[in-house]
């Protein structure tokens, strides 16, 4: 299977630079991938499509400042970082940006303002693959990113984001994220109570997002492509939900594709029909592309994804290669917004 084969044309007006107020304001294109149709509706309409007894399950994970602005000792030489992995208490892997950070390379940490100095040091410890650090800090710093750091957006984004929170889903609690997990974004406290009036409930599980998630495959083959591991979570009660769920008729609908990765990953846990959901917790490099037989999922909740991406191949899997791209054909026609700040898709 080629890479080429998810490619497609975007004009760059459509990157959404800003997110819509409200939240729930965004459009949304509704796929029904088996007879083919497709519908166009506002975000907050999804609760027409609802069922009682479904089950809605996001990804509870929530992005932490991860950028942080350095200068070299003794040379002064300005270095940015973005925090990608935590190895230890001290120790983190990261992306760096700046004039030769070579292994032994001692940086001062500035305040997320870049103006003074936080008092806090660190080295580069060792060179990884795909040009990232192994960064030691001179102590601690989990609880001190809000001192240092600033939101790590996307690079397509080009605006300012005048209120973080914004690249936060309203039930963000589980900090680990360097990515926000976008489709739900849409949500809004008031549209998820109106969800569960209509009998639906909501499921919680985990995966901390990096960003090779978002990254064009760069492979001619998609099976060449490697996916980095990312560390998720299905709790045994949640499991147990999604279970009893099934069993008693009731859809999966996953929002977004990081919670579609969490439940397949712990499907394949188990191979008993009755009980489709084993609790997991771990790390995941499940690679979902076309030929993939989905386990889990009965409906998926997803934002318009970059050509050639992991993400794109997760949707073409689920609805069908040249569906999912006549979709985004009518997408870009209509003049959708996309990306993560853009518009959001139903997949039925």
Request: proline fraction near 6%; glycine fraction near 6%.
């Amino acid at each position: 299977m080629k890479t080429a084969d998810f490619d497609y044309e975007l004009p760059e007006e459509l990157i959404a630079q800003t997110p819509i107020e409200p939240r729930d304001a965004s459009r949304l294109m509704v796929l029904d991938h088996v007879t083919g149709a497709i519908e166009h509706r506002i975000f907050r309409d999804i609760v027409e499509y609802i069922r009682p007894g479904d089950v809605l399950v996001a990804n509870d994970s929530r992005v932490i400042p991860a950028r942080l602005f350095a200068r070299k000792v003794p040379t002064g030489g300005r270095v940015e970082l973005l925090l990608l992995r935590r190895r230890d208490e001290r120790t983190w892997e990261a992306l760096t940006k700046g004039r030769r950070v070579r292994r032994g390379t001692k940086v001062e940490f500035l305040t997320a303002d870049k103006f003074a100095s936080s008092g806090i040091t660190g080295e580069v410890v060792e060179l990884l693959e795909e040009g990232r650090r192994l960064i030691e800090f001179d102590r601690p710093i989990e609880l001190l990113l809000d001192e240092l750091g600033v939101m790590p957006l996307p690079p397509y984004i080009h605006e300012p984001l005048r209120e973080p929170e914004r690249y936060q889903t309203v039930y963000a609690r589980v900090e680990g994220s360097v990515a926000a997990p976008t489709a739900g974004l849409h949500f809004t406290p008031e549209l998820m109570e109106r969800i569960k009036a209509k009998g639906a409930k909501f499921a919680f599980v985990t995966l901390h997002v990096e960003l090779d998630t978002f990254r064009p495959v760069r492979e001619e083959r998609v099976e060449d492509h490697k996916m980095h591991s990312e560390y998720c979570e299905l709790k045994p009660e949640v499991a147990g939900q999604l279970n009893r769920a099934k069993a008693e008729g009731g859809r999966i609908i996953a929002v977004g594709t990081t919670s579609v990765r969490v439940l397949e990953t712990a499907a394949q846990k188990t191979r008993g029909e009755d009980s489709p959901f084993a609790p997991y917790r771990g790390w995941t490099d499940l690679f979902i592309y076309p030929g993939y037989r989905f386990r889990a999922i009965d409906a998926l909740i997803t934002n318009f994804h970059l050509p050639r991406s992991t993400l794109l191949m997760l949707v073409s899997a689920f609805a069908g290669r040249e569906f999912v791209l006549r979709a985004y054909q009518e997408a870009i026609h209509r003049r959708y917004r996309f990306y993560s700040f853009g518009d959001a898709m139903l997949i039925l």
